[in-house]
């Protein structure tokens, strides 16, 4: 009895020295642990051009239809899985998706009413051009208007021609009535404030408060700022593209040179020097493009070279005839990158004899002249891509090459490669044409707290929060 007492007796020693090692670890590593794990509330502070404050403000409001399965942490993957059949893809709004009669019509089960659903997709894919819905403007380039009813639970939309890509369109859509009440993980608190809500489809989020601006001096998130050097700097999934697009009537005049035997577009694109420009007035963020499909949507490929070998002769800025010719360029206002490149064409249009008329852009089709504009793919799959330029832009869709193209049922095939396929074919049916000329890309960044872990930058440019926070009390 007294061995089994002091056996007992060198446990219990063992057992108290083993707790007490314990204890220590768990109070030296409490600090680090504390460090990784998220804190819920606090405020974060955004300053964004202000194109994206409306889209990261609707992001945040209203739950989106589909999303793609990023998240590599397995519990987030439990708490969000897939949806059945579509690995790459998960829902708050939808339970399932499955296309009937080919891709002709697609079938969803909604979380939501029903009602709503119908609204929603109504407000997404049968809005007009100024409306700002990308899926929408991919279905009018096809002429496609799809037809939405209640099919006892489910909610069916058909189309008069298959449709593979449905997931991705869906993506582009918000579940957003007509009472615009909010869907998503925040509600509006105050002009250009979001406070979190608990009645959302999903988890609710882990920042109380995110406050939009799309102007100061400091935040904690600041859009295309590289001033903030202690912070972190977030990329965009791909840089957007700088496009110069012809009107019928410069075609046809051809001031810029582009069907000049000699230099054509190489003299064009060397005489122009993106690379200077982009150091100038984009913070060195960018490169010459190599065609409309920006880098990490299509692969790299050369450009058609149709006309010209020669170099360039030297830019002159001799005196302009009184009757010299005007060329009016249409530009967005606000954009340093863009004004650089006007300037630029300015010169290259007076070394040819020619003077520039700079005018404001506006939201009818281009008839004269020729504009420069920002373009950012809303999608990062290349056929819906140019299916949306070519919705948006119906001055794009003049040339009988670019209407056969654009005819390609491949287009919206349910198969990745054969998309790439055709967009790639459309994509140099533009450029053969010159109505539409990649100039340059420019990478799209924000700067962020080194503190705020979790922002995400979705593929329209848009930075999202909703699973973001801050590693320390704020």
């Known amino acids: 009895m007294s061995s089994r007492f002091q056996a007992s007796g060198a446990t219990r020693r063992r057992g108290g020295r083993a707790a007490l090692a314990l204890l220590v670890v768990a109070v030296v590593a409490a600090p680090a642990i504390a460090r990784r794990v998220p804190a819920p509330g606090g405020k974060v502070t955004m300053i964004l051009p202000a194109e994206l404050v409306g889209p990261t403000t609707d992001a945040?409001?209203?739950?989106?239809?589909?999303?793609?399965?990023?998240t590599s942490d397995a519990a987030r993957a439990l708490a969000r899985p897939s949806l059945p059949g579509l690995p790459a893809w998960r829902s708050v709004v939808v339970d399932a998706l499955g296309a009937e009669s080919g891709t002709r019509a697609w079938r969803l089960t909604p979380r939501a009413p029903a009602r709503l659903v119908v609204e929603a997709l109504e407000r997404c894919l049968l809005a007009d051009a100024r409306a700002g819905s990308w899926p929408a403007d991919v279905l009018r380039a096809r002429g496609l208007k799809p037809t939405i009813d209640i099919a006892g639970d489910d909610v069916v939309v058909r189309f008069n021609a298959p449709v593979g890509p449905m997931p991705e369109l869906l993506s582009g859509c918000l579940l957003r009535g007509k009472q615009a009440a909010p869907s998503g993980p925040y509600m509006l608190a105050g002009p250009g404030v979001l406070a979190w809500r608990s009645a959302g489809l999903d988890d609710p989020p882990l920042l109380g408060f995110i406050e939009l601006r799309s102007q100061g001096d400091r935040a904690d998130v600041i859009g295309g700022s590289p001033d903030a050097m202690s912070a972190g700097l977030l990329l965009a999934p791909?840089?957007?593209?700088?496009?110069?697009?012809?009107?019928?009537?410069?075609?046809?005049?051809?001031?810029?040179?582009?069907?000049?035997?000699?230099?054509?577009?190489?003299?064009?694109?060397?005489?122009?020097?993106a690379d200077l420009l982009v150091a100038a007035y984009g913070a060195g963020r960018g490169t010459a493009a190599q065609g409309l499909l920006p880098p990490g949507i299509a692969p790299a490929r050369p450009l058609p070279e149709l006309f010209g070998n020669e170099k360039p002769a030297p830019l002159s800025l001799a005196k302009l005839a009184a009757d010299a010719p005007r060329v009016s360029v249409r530009r967005p206002e606000g954009d340093l990158l863009v004004d650089g490149v006007v300037e630029r064409i300015a010169v290259l249009l007076r070394t040819r004899g020619a003077a520039i008329e700079p005018v404001r852009t506006d939201h009818d089709a281009l008839t004269e002249g020729v504009e420069v504009f920002r373009w950012r793919p809303p999608v990062a799959d290349p056929a819906l891509a140019l299916l949306s330029l070519a919705g948006k832009r119906p001055e794009l869709v003049v040339d009988e090459r670019v209407k056969k193209a654009l005819a390609d049922p491949r287009l919206l095939s349910e198969k990745h490669e054969e998309r790439l396929a055709a967009a790639l074919s459309l994509e140099r049916?533009?450029?053969?044409?010159?109505?539409?000329?990649?100039?340059?890309?420019?990478?799209?960044?924000?700067?962020?707290?080194?503190?705020?872990?979790?922002?995400?930058?979705?593929a329209d440019g848009a930075p999202l929060l909703s699973d973001a926070y801050w590693t320390t009390t704020r």
């Open 238 to 273: 791909f840089p957007d593209v700088v496009l110069l697009l012809q009107s019928a009537k410069a075609l046809k005049g051809d001031l810029l040179g582009f069907r000049d035997e000699k230099s054509g577009p190489r003299g064009f694109r060397e005489a122009l020097r």
């Open 429 to 458: 049916a533009w450029l053969e044409a010159f109505i539409v000329v990649p100039l340059m890309t420019a990478e799209r960044w924000f700067t962020i707290d080194p503190d705020l872990r979790g922002v995400q930058v979705r």
């Open 60 to 70: 945040h409001l209203f739950a989106a239809f589909l999303e793609p399965m990023t």
